[in-house]
């Protein structure tokens, strides 16, 4: 059964903006942190974007501080990452999770991964 359920990946020029979208079971989005990571080729799955649950508190990797936005809207179930400015370095397989302290690289637990999305960001 697919807890996590993501959409909005593809192809963007440098510079574009992108939106992922992350759509979790009700229980699932009521229980844990929400958040995003990255993988690109060659590289380990690094974490991009975290938020309690309230949304009031979001937490950013420094690569993508002031670029990405990420939201929660909790009627929908569904978590949100808006990607502007895109850089080529954006380029990976995005990944939604659901878990504990997902901005903490010592302590941080995922439950639930999406299947992941690819973006691509072109020069």
């Known amino acids: 059964q697919v807890q996590l359920v993501e959409s909005g990946g593809g192809l963007v020029q440098a510079g574009g903006s992108l939106r992922l979208s992350c759509a979790a079971s009700r229980r699932t989005f009521s229980m844990y942190q929400m958040g995003w990571f990255r993988q690109a080729p060659g590289k380990e799955r690094e974490f991009v974007a975290a938020l309690t649950w309230s949304g009031g508190n979001t937490f950013y990797a420094d690569s993508v501080k002031g670029r990405f936005t990420i939201s929660r809207d909790n009627a929908k179930n569904t978590v949100l990452l808006q990607m502007d400015i895109l850089k080529p370095e954006d380029t990976a397989v995005y990944y939604c999770?659901?878990?504990?302290?997902?901005?903490?690289?010592?302590?941080?637990?995922?439950?639930?991964w999406g299947q992941g999305t690819q973006v691509t960001v072109s020069s």
């Open positions: 999770a659901a878990g504990r302290d997902l901005y903490s690289a010592g302590s941080a637990v995922v439950y639930y």
